[in-house]
C-alpha cells in the first residue's frame, strides 16, 4: 500500500507547515553558505533574510487562507484543522509579519548579524503553526517544546550583552521547569487512562469516575500539573518571575515577540483541552483560574506602581491583563469565549502599537540601554504625532472609552458577571481602576515631565521608520474604529468560539 496516497488528502491540510519547514531548511543552507563565503567577502544578510522571511511568511498565510476543509481529524487524531485552528493561524501569521517589518532597522541598529535569528524566529511560528492543531496531549507537549526551545535562543540573541545572557539562561531554567510539569501532567493521565488523545480522553471522562475515588483523585492531580505549566507559560501570577527578568534582558526585537505572539496560541489550545476535554473536572479548574486571575491582576497592578522601566512596566501590564483574559476563561460559556478571544485580539493590536512606540523613541542616549520613563519627556516636543499615537495606546490599555481596550474590557466584565462571578468580577474592575495610575503616569511623562523638569531637548531622536509609521497609524486607527464598529471582530470571534462547543 502507498503510504502516501494513503494520507494524501492529511498531507494537503499539512502543506503550509511543510512549505514554512522546507523553507526553513533551505534558507538555512542559503544562509550558511553566503555568510562563511569567503570569496563573497563574509556579508551581512540580516536585511536579507529577514525580507525573505517576511515573503515565506505571506506564503505560508496565503497557504492556510485557502484551504478549503474546514474540520478533519489528521494522522490518527494527532492533529485538528478547523475554523479556529485556520482563523488563529491567520492572526498569528499576520502579527509575525508585522513583526518581522518593526525588527528589521531595530536589528541592525543593535548589530545582531546573526543570520540563525530569522531563522529562529521561523522556528518559533511554525511551533506554533503545530500548537494550535494539536488534538493530543504529546503533540501539544513536542509544539511547545518547539517553540519554546526557538524562544531561548532568541532571548540570549544579543550575544555581547549579560543582561541578554542573564535572560536566556533564567527562561530556559524556568521554562524547563515548566515543561517537566506539563510531562508529568501527562504521563499521570496517561498512566490512568492509557491515552493521550483529545477525543479518546473525552470521551473516557464523559463516563462516571465517582466510583473510583483513587482514580479520580489522580487524573485531577495530572490536571492540576497540566493547568501550572500552561499557567506558567502564559505568565500568570504567581508563576509570572520569569516574565519581567526576561521582557527586561531580552533585545527589545525578541520582548516584542514574546509579548505579542505567543499568548493567543496558547490560550487557543489550552481551551481546546480544558473545555473539549476536561469539562468533567470543570469545578476544580474553575477554582483553580479564578485564583489566578485574582492574583494576576493584583500583582500586575501593583507591582508596575514602582517601575521606571518600560520593559518591565509592560511586562507586568501583561501579566495584569492576562488575569482578565483568564477571568473570562473561567466563564466557561460561548460568550466568555469570544470575550478571550475578542480581547485577546485587541490586545494584540494594542500590544503591536505600543512596542512600536517604545520602539520609536530611540535616541543616541538610550540606543544601548534599556529605555526608561525619563526617556520620554521630550517625545512631545521632538514628534507631538507620535507622544499623541502614544497616548491613545495607553488609554486603550487602561481601557479608557472611546478605544476598543474599553469596550474589550467591558465584555469580559459582562460575560464573566454572567456566569455568577460577581466578587471576582468587583475585584478585577476596582484593580483595573488601580492599573490606571502607572498608565496616566506614563502619559504624563510624555506630556508634563519635560515641561516640568525642564529636561534638555537637545537629545538627537533617531526618526521614525516607514514600518513603525505605518503600524503607529494603523494600529490607532483600528482602536478607534473597533470601538465605533466592533461587528466584524465580533463575528470573526464568535466563530472561534462556536468551533469549540
Known amino acids: 500500500m502507498n503510504f502516501f496516497l494513503l494520507h494524501q488528502n492529511h498531507f494537503k491540510l499539512f502543506f503550509p507547515e511543510v512549505f514554512?519547514?522546507?523553507s526553513i531548511l533551505l534558507l538555512t543552507l542559503y544562509a550558511t553558505y553566503v555568510a562563511s563565503s569567503r570569496s563573497l567577502g563574509f556579508p551581512l544578510i540580516t536585511?536579507?533574510?529577514?525580507?525573505?522571511?517576511?515573503?515565506?511568511?505571506?506564503?505560508?498565510?496565503?497557504?492556510?487562507?485557502?484551504?478549503?476543509?474546514?474540520?478533519?481529524?489528521?494522522?490518527?487524531?494527532?492533529?485538528?484543522?478547523?475554523?479556529?485552528?485556520?482563523?488563529?493561524?491567520?492572526?498569528?501569521?499576520?502579527?509575525?509579519?508585522?513583526?518581522?517589518?518593526l525588527f528589521e532597522e531595530s536589528l541592525l541598529k543593535l548589530k545582531i548579524n546573526n543570520?540563525?535569528?530569522?531563522?529562529l524566529l521561523l522556528g518559533a511560528i511554525l511551533g506554533l503553526m503545530f500548537l494550535v492543531s494539536s488534538y493530543d496531549l504529546l503533540s501539544l507537549y513536542l509544539a511547545i517544546e518547539m517553540q519554546s526551545l526557538c524562544l531561548y535562543v532568541l532571548a540570549a540573541a544579543k550575544k555581547d550583552s549579560t543582561f541578554s545572557t542573564?535572560?536566556?539562561?533564567?527562561?530556559?531554567?524556568?521554562?524547563s521547569f515548566s515543561s517537566a510539569l506539563l510531562l508529568f501532567g501527562i504521563s499521570i493521565l496517561y498512566g490512568c487512562t492509557g491515552t493521550t488523545n483529545f477525543h479518546d480522553l473525552s470521551l473516557l471522562f464523559s463516563a462516571d469516575f465517582g466510583s473510583d475515588p483513587l482514580m479520580t483523585s489522580a487524573i485531577e492531580k495530572g490536571i492540576l500539573f497540566i493547568a501550572a505549566a500552561f499557567l506558567f507559560k502564559i505568565a500568570a501570577a504567581p508563576l509570572h518571575m520569569w516574565s519581567p527578568d526576561v521582557y527586561?534582558?531580552?533585545?527589545?526585537?525578541?520582548?516584542?515577540?514574546f509579548a505579542v505572539i505567543p499568548k493567543l496560541a496558547l490560550f487557543t489550545v489550552f481551551l481546546r483541552l480544558f473545555q473539549g476535554v476536561l469539562f468533567s473536572f470543570q469545578d476544580i479548574l474553575l477554582y483553580v483560574l479564578v485564583l489566578f486571575s485574582m492574583a494576576s491582576v493584583v500583582v500586575g497592578s501593583f507591582a508596575a506602581l514602582k517601575q521606571k522601566k518600560l520593559k518591565r512596566l509592560l511586562a507586568y501590564s501583561s501579566i495584569s491583563h492576562v488575569g482578565y483574559l483568564l477571568l473570562a476563561f473561567a466563564a466557561n460559556s460561548i460568550e466568555g469565549t469570544q470575550a478571550l478571544?475578542?480581547?485577546l485580539s485587541i490586545y494584540m493590536i494594542?500590544?503591536?502599537?505600543?512596542?512600536t512606540f517604545v520602539l520609536s523613541i530611540e535616541s543616541t542616549t538610550n540606543l544601548n540601554r534599556s529605555k526608561t520613563l525619563v526617556d520620554l519627556s521630550n517625545i512631545v516636543t521632538a514628534n507631538p504625532l507620535l507622544a499623541l499615537t502614544g497616548l491613545l495606546a495607553f488609554f486603550s490599555l487602561a481601557g479608557v472609552p472611546p478605544l476598543a481596550g474599553f469596550y474589550a474590557k467591558m465584555q469580559v466584565f459582562v460575560h464573566t458577571m454572567g456566569s455568577s462571578f460577581f466578587f471576582a468580577s468587583f475585584f478585577a474592575i476596582l484593580t483595573s481602576v488601580i492599573s490606571s495610575y502607572y498608565y496616566i503616569r506614563v502619559i504624563k511623562n510624555i506630556y508634563f515631565e519635560g515641561l516640568i523638569n525642564k529636561t534638555s531637548t537637545d537629545v538627537f531622536h533617531y526618526p521614525v521608520t516607514r514600518a513603525s509609521s505605518l503600524m503607529l497609524g494603523s494600529g490607532l486607527l483600528f482602536l478607534i474604529f473597533l470601538f465605533l464598529n466592533p461587528t466584524m471582530l465580533l463575528l470573526f470571534t464568535e466563530k472561534m468560539a462556536l468551533s469549540l462547543f
Open 350 to 355: 494594542t500590544s503591536l502599537t505600543l512596542w
Open 341 to 343: 478571544f475578542f480581547y
Open 166 to 175: 542573564e535572560a536566556g539562561l533564567k527562561y530556559f531554567i524556568l521554562g
Open 248 to 257: 527586561e534582558g531580552s533585545p527589545i526585537s525578541s520582548t516584542i515577540f
Open 47 to 101: 536585511r536579507n533574510l529577514n525580507r525573505i522571511s517576511v515573503f515565506i511568511l505571506i506564503i505560508t498565510f496565503l497557504l492556510v487562507y485557502n484551504n478549503e476543509i474546514s474540520f478533519k481529524e489528521v494522522y490518527q487524531n494527532t492533529f485538528i484543522f478547523d475554523i479556529l485552528s485556520t482563523q488563529v493561524k491567520e492572526i498569528t501569521l499576520i502579527s509575525s509579519i508585522i513583526c518581522l517589518l
Open 115 to 119: 543570520f540563525e535569528y530569522s531563522l
Open 20 to 22: 514554512l519547514a522546507t
